[in-house]
């Protein structure tokens, strides 16, 4: 007859069948590598892959899936500008420690009819969960204020996005979403993020994140554009003289020309 595991092997081993038992993400994107050029319009990354359930199985209720594309985190300063004196001046800032220089989200469902609020705020889920870091020093009001208006203008240039029936399931195991990246994204390492969030069977709301994947996709400047930036990067000094000469030059060829057309 074959002995029984003892308590303490078993103890041991049950992390392990519990990992087994939950869902799996097999993610993938279609362009690891996104190039700026000149004529460069925006571009639509394809966020695709499929979730691999224990035993093949698809539950009866499937999972739902949110997809993240986020840009690297930068400091900011946003400015209040009011009409002072019948003149618009800046009069009031506030700073920001980090926060991403673009923002995506796409799920199969609402955020909201998703995860709770806590769940939501701990994976920034949703533009208004994301945790931008204030500089501190300022009342609460008015860091919900600049936040506030950091969070419109950024969504306002589409560098900032929610979209909340952005993932097609197909079978409930195959998923698919399309990203879209305007023409003003700065350079770097972005990282797509697919969360798999499981429903609640006692609530329309508050399921939980079981699995996460994440891709790295690089935006970089080719050509012509690249040489500038990393000039302008390198050599400062040196290249704030070349734009000053250029400009300068543009404009006493552009005089020249309307006076001979005088």
């Known amino acids: 007859m074959r002995q029984a595991l003892p308590p303490l092997v078993l103890a041991l081993l049950a992390p392990l069948l519990v990992g087994a038992a939950k869902p799996t993400l097999v993610p993938d994107i279609s362009a690891r590598q996104v190039e700026i050029r000149y004529s460069f319009s925006g571009a639509q990354l394809l966020l695709f892959g499929a979730i691999a359930y224990p035993n ?7 999972a739902d899936i949110a997809v993240v594309l986020r ?16 003149i618009w001046m800046n009069a009031d800032s506030s700073r920001f420690r980090s926060a991403p220089s673009y923002y995506a989200v796409a799920s199969s469902r609402p955020i909201r009819e998703l995860v709770d609020d806590r769940t939501a ?4 889920l949703g533009i208004h969960n994301l945790q931008l ?15 506030a208006g950091l969070l419109d203008l950024r969504s306002r240039a589409g560098l900032y996005s929610e979209n909340p029936h952005g993932v097609e399931i197909t079978d409930g195991v195959l998923y698919r979403a399309v990203v879209t990246i305007p023409s ?5 390492t972005y990282t797509a993020e697919t969360f798999l969030i499981e429903p609640n069977p006692d609530s329309a709301h508050g399921g939980k994140v079981v699995a996460v994947a994440t891709r790295d996709v690089q935006i970089d400047k080719s050509g012509f554009e690249r ?6 990067r390198r ?5 704030g003289i070349a734009c000053v000469v250029m400009s300068l030059s543009l404009g006493w060829a552009a005089a020249v020309a309307f006076r001979r057309r005088i």
Request: proline share 12%.
């Open 121 to 124: 705020s701990i994976y920034e």
């Open 184 to 188: 003003q994204v700065p350079v770097g």
């Open 56 to 62: 093949g199985r698809t539950p009866d209720r499937p």
């Open 227 to 232: 040489d500038v930036w990393l000039a302008s």
């Open 133 to 147: 870091s204030p500089g501190g020093g300022s009342l609460p009001e008015k860091e919900r204020h600049f936040e």
């Open 71 to 86: 840009g690297p985190v930068q400091p900011i300063l946003v400015r209040e500008k009011q009409k002072i004196a019948g």
């Open 235 to 239: 050599d400062r000094f040196l290249y």
